[in-house]
């Protein structure tokens, strides 16, 4: 009788989370807010290529992910085997402090260029040729899956 309730609880446990994480290994159909990015597989360092971010609120009321740009909501990084994860948007954005996120059902596309460079202690720096992982972010809570890119030498 114990263990048949203690089953039903953690069964009542998993159900009351699935719409937060998922139970088990049984993914979620569909993401509360959905970030993706698009764009070309191969780049050249120097030579500046377009990335489509897009974020979707799949919720019933509006998401908020942080204060910051109301032109620059949604970030692009890179990361890969021997680099950390950097910011690599450098872009103009409007200098306000505006509340960022979507309303129920809303979309917000954003598209960010970006020529293989990072900003390291301050400075501009080319990446080396090889593959890195790029991933596009709404805030610090949503997170596109990652577009695996290679840089080409010029």
């Known amino acids: 009788m114990r263990a048949g309730l203690m089953d039903r609880g953690a069964w009542l446990l998993c159900a009351a989370l699935v719409v937060h994480s998922g139970c088990g290994s ?11 990015v698009t764009g070309p597989v191969t780049l050249t360092v120097g030579s500046p290529v377009e990335f489509v971010v ?8 509006r998401v908020v992910w942080g204060i910051g740009s109301s032109s620059c909501q949604l970030s692009l990084f890179v990361e890969g085997d021997e680099l950390e994860l950097h910011n690599i948007a450098f872009r103009a954005c409007t200098v306000d402090l505006a509340e960022q996120g979507l309303d ?13 460079h ?12 090889g593959v890195y992982q790029v991933t596009a972010m709404a805030g610090d809570e949503f997170e596109s899956p990652q577009l695996t890119v290679t840089i080409v030498e010029p």
């Open 54 to 61: 897009t974020a979707t609120n799949n919720r019933a009321e």
């Open 104 to 116: 129920p059902g809303q979309t917000r596309t954003e598209v960010i260029a970006w020529d293989g």
């Open 118 to 129: 990072i900003s390291v202690s301050g400075l501009m720096a080319a990446l080396p040729a």
């Open 26 to 36: 049984t993914p979620l159909e569909v993401d509360l807010v959905a970030v993706d």
